[in-house]
């Protein structure tokens, strides 16, 4: 199947500072990218749809501001948590698809992210 | 989106089979069907997907009856290795017109493979 990665793997940041987490698909290209945000023993929590070229579309109650998305290329979108507080330590993954009727969406690693 | 309802839970033993029920009583005609396994602390990998009738790959199958209301994962021979949390997803359909298939999980069956 299809390959997305995440970068970094795993980050602890002091509070107040802001965190980029990269999505790249390696072998196809990925007009949308999801971006989800798992706590522990839940499930995954869909926080945006990612649009290369167009503005990030954010679920309700997700905070646009505080978590930037930008999708400049057909195989990067990458999410900026600013101003990261301790309540914004979770799981990050994300997820991308290859579009033109193939329905299945391909999943990164994940991005642990500790706030302290 | 299609809601979708599972068992929270399973428990099997090493080269049983297990299946998987998910209810999807709302699914959209254009909506795919697909099961995903997530260990702990990894992102969710695709094992596999279906629109109707019965699907097989070298993993598992899908059934899937005509009504498509439901959809039942079977995995042939579980090992421990196999002890995972398994989500059903429902599409809404948007990968069609390209782009993006945008998927809401449920709380996924936790299936848990002993000796």
């Known amino acids: 199947g299809a390959v997305v990665s995440q970068h970094p793997s795993r980050v602890i940041c002091k509070s107040g500072t802001s965190v980029k987490i990269e999505c790249r698909s390696l072998d196809f290209q990925a007009t949308t990218m999801f971006w989800y945000r798992q706590f522990p023993k839940k499930s995954l929590m869909l926080m945006a749809t990612?649009?290369?070229?167009?503005?990030?579309?954010?679920e309700q109650g997700v905070e646009k501001d505080k978590f930037l998305i930008n999708h400049a290329s057909l195989t990067l979108s990458t999410l900026t948590v600013t101003s990261a507080h301790p309540e914004d330590s979770s799981f990050y993954i994300c997820?991308?698809?290859?579009?033109?009727?193939?329905?299945?969406?391909?999943f990164g690693p994940g991005t642990r992210l500790l706030v302290l | 989106l299609a809601k979708t309802t599972q068992p929270i839970s399973m428990d099997s033993y090493e080269g049983q089979e297990v299946n998987i029920t998910c209810s999807h009583n709302n699914i959209a005609t254009n909506d795919y069907i697909t099961w995903y396994q997530q260990f702990p602390s990894q992102g969710p990998r695709f094992i596999i997907q279906?629109?109707?009738t019965k699907v097989t790959n070298e993993v598992a199958s899908l059934f899937i009856p005509a009504d498509r209301k439901s959809s039942t994962l079977s995995l042939p021979r579980v090992s421990l290795s196999d002890t995972a949390v398994y989500y059903c997803?429902?599409?809404?359909?948007?990968?069609?017109?390209?782009?993006?298939?945008?998927?809401?999980f449920g709380t996924g069956t936790q299936l848990k493979v002993e000796l």
């Open positions: 997803l429902v599409g809404d359909g948007g990968g069609l017109t390209g782009g993006g298939n945008k998927l809401t």
């Open positions: 990612s649009n290369e070229g167009s503005k990030a579309t954010y």
């Open positions: 997820s991308a698809g290859q579009g033109q009727g193939k329905e299945t969406q391909y």
């Open positions: 279906g629109y109707k």
